[in-house]
T-cell receptor, first 113, second 114 residues
């Protein structure tokens, strides 16, 4: 069965510092990868997704993620974070066999001034 | 505005009582989903429905039931058989049931069993 591992449950960083949130998935023939963000006491919102094509995908608020097939990873990065990026971030994977999304455990990003 | 609404935002229930969580969408999406979120465990799929009058069990369906009588509505009942129901419940929908489709989430219902 497909599985997703987010290696860090919490990541504290200072404002304007770079950040990387790590995500690894179990290997499959064809996978589709998603990052969702959850602000406090809200539902999840799609941040970005990889379906095919360029392995580097970007969101409108400065985050990017790179699909690395050889390392089965889809790490999320931002070169300079803002207080408003404080949230929990979930990596998710789907494939044709599972026909459903499988979520990682989540990474709580805390931005310190 | 199109979106997904869940009600109520907070729900308290006594042990042994059934409770129904509401989920409505006006996005004209065919597929709908229910997830349970617990701290440190991510989201786990309870039930999903890809079309009206049809639904399938997810990974943790025991103690829950659903119905899909209308395209826009997918209520979840937490029964007294659910051993540990206190959690944050999220409803989602997608345009179809394909594994590539983006899922859109409601704001959630926090259920507390007293």
């Amino acid at each position: 069965a497909q599985s997703v591992t987010q290696l860090d449950s919490q990541v504290p960083v200072f404002e304007e510092a770079p950040v990387e949130l790590r995500c690894n998935y179990s290997s499959s023939v064809s996978v589709y990868l998603f990052w969702y963000v959850q602000y406090p006491n809200q539902g999840l919102q799609l941040l970005l997704k990889y379906l095919s094509g360029s392995t580097l995908v970007e969101s409108i608020n400065g985050f990017e993620a790179e699909f690395n097939k050889s390392q089965t990873s889809f790490h999320l990065r931002k070169p300079s974070v803002h207080i408003s990026d404080t949230a929990e971030y979930f990596c998710a994977v789907s494939d044709q066999g599972a026909q459903k999304l499988v979520f990682g455990q989540g990474t709580r990003l805390t931005i310190n001034p | 505005d199109g979106g997904i609404t869940q009600s109520p935002k907070y729900l308290f229930r006594k042990e042994g009582q059934n409770v129904t969580l509401s989920c409505e969408q006006n996005l004209n999406h065919d597929a709908m989903y229910w997830y349970r979120q617990d701290p440190g465990q991510g989201l786990r799929l309870i039930y999903y429905s890809q079309i009206v009058n049809d639904f399938q069990k997810g990974d943790i369906a025991e103690g829950y039931s659903v119905s899909r009588e209308k395209k826009e509505s997918f209520p979840l009942t937490v029964t007294s058989a659910q051993k540990n129901p206190t959690a944050f419940y999220l409803c989602a929908s997608s345009i179809g049931g394909l594994y590539t489709d983006t899922q859109y989430f409601g704001p959630g219902t926090r259920l507390t069993v007293l």
